[in-house]
């Protein structure tokens, strides 16, 4: 109602000012153009002033007269809000109307692309992943995630080129639910989940403080995490596990994790056996010091912040409890391990 008694005042004044022929024409022009066919398509870039805008509306057809628009804009001050992005309006929609639409930034949906990418999986399963979403062959994605080529990210998080990694990205593909825009190329879905991780480690108070700290590297600490992320179901327990892990590469202690071995192997196994604890491969922390190359699948933010602040133990040990709780038991000595092993399987 009030818009309706703005413009009957702005008409009347711009009839007392310019009277006869010319306030019939200034009257006639403002008005919304007769409803007429389907709703019109318009794309207002940023950059954009007002003027630009006003005449994009008149060229397609929305209003009547742009110069007029403008008058319209200045008077009531608006237009410096407007936001970029494709619209629809149809002839017939009154200022205030397309003036509330721009302000809002009610633009145009796209079609788009959700998809699910679970914490913990591999740069293989990922691909997978992606391939089902875009109806890509997995291949596309994979061969990006092995080399990283023309991704800005790659670049800005330093992921190291080695040869001893099975997939140069692995670790760094942030496991969310994401929304992308249908046409996404698969080299922007890829850079859109590295963002996440950058986005993600951000969000962590001083993290690249804390890192220095400890004296890692990213490229360390996404490893620790993922081996977090593989080893541990009770989020409680993430930050005591990163510590038992800590605590065996400070002792110089071989970290024996299946979830390395698993990595290696096509299909998971319900239980290792001694042949697979003997595969050569630098991921097989039961034959080799140290952490392995790389990460072994995608960490969640919850095991990312265990590995940059684990809990402090003596522990060195844990086996998973057998009772279906998922949890694990903890030991100091490999004698308490032992006693552990044998508790967890009269539990099962």
């Known amino acids: 109602m009030k818009a309706a008694i703005r413009t009957v005042l702005i008409i009347i004044l711009l009839l007392a000012l310019a009277g006869g022929g010319g306030a019939w ?16 398509t318009f794309t207002i870039e940023k950059g954009m002033g007002s003027a630009e805008i006003a005449s994009l509306l008149e060229d ?14 200045k008077w009531v001050k608006e237009g410096s809000s407007f936001k970029a992005g494709t619209y629809t309006a149809s002839p017939g929609d009154t200022y205030d109307e397309l003036i509330a639409r721009l302000n809002a930034g009610d633009v145009v949906k796209e079609d788009t692309v959700v998809f699910t990418i679970p914490e913990g999986f591999t740069a293989k399963q990922i691909a997978e992943k992606l391939a089902e979403a875009w109806n890509q ?13 023309g991704l800005t990210e790659v670049n800005t998080l330093k992921i190291p080129e080695d040869a001893s990694l099975r997939h140069r990205l692995e670790g760094y593909l942030f496991p969310e639910t994401y929304e992308l825009a249908k046409d996404s190329t698969p080299q922007e879905v890829v850079e859109a989940m590295l963002e996440q991780l950058t986005k993600k480690l951000d969000s962590i108070p001083d993290w690249q403080a804390q890192l220095a700290e400890r004296g890692l590297s990213l490229h360390e600490l ?23 892990i800590y605590n065996r590469l400070k002792k110089g202690q ?5 979830a390395t071995v698993q990595y290696l192997l096509d299909k998971q196994k319900e239980r290792l056996l001694n042949k697979d604890l003997k595969v050569e491969s630098p991921y097989n922390t039961y034959r080799n010091p140290g952490l392995p190359p790389g990460p072994i699948g995608s960490p969640g933010l919850a095991s990312i ?9 003596e522990y060195y040990f844990y086996v998973t409890k057998k009772d279906g709780t998922q949890g694990h038991l903890f030991g100091k000595t490999y004698k308490e391990h032992l006693a552990n092993i044998k508790k967890s399987e009269q539990n099962q």
């Open 25 to 40: 024409y200034i009257l006639n022009g403002m008005q919304p153009v007769e409803p007429a066919g389907p709703a019109v």
């Open 60 to 73: 397609n057809g929305i209003i009547r007269n742009g110069m007029f628009f403008r008058g319209y804009l």
């Open 137 to 149: 062959p997995a291949d596309v994605f994979l061969k990006m995630m092995n080399s990283g080529a």
């Open 222 to 244: 996404l490893t620790v995490a993922s081996l977090v992320e593989r080893e541990v179901v009770v989020d409680e327990e993430r930050p005591l596990v990163a510590g038992v």
């Open 254 to 258: 071989n970290l024996e994790i299946d």
């Open 305 to 313: 912040q265990a590995a940059l602040a684990p809990k402090a133990s």
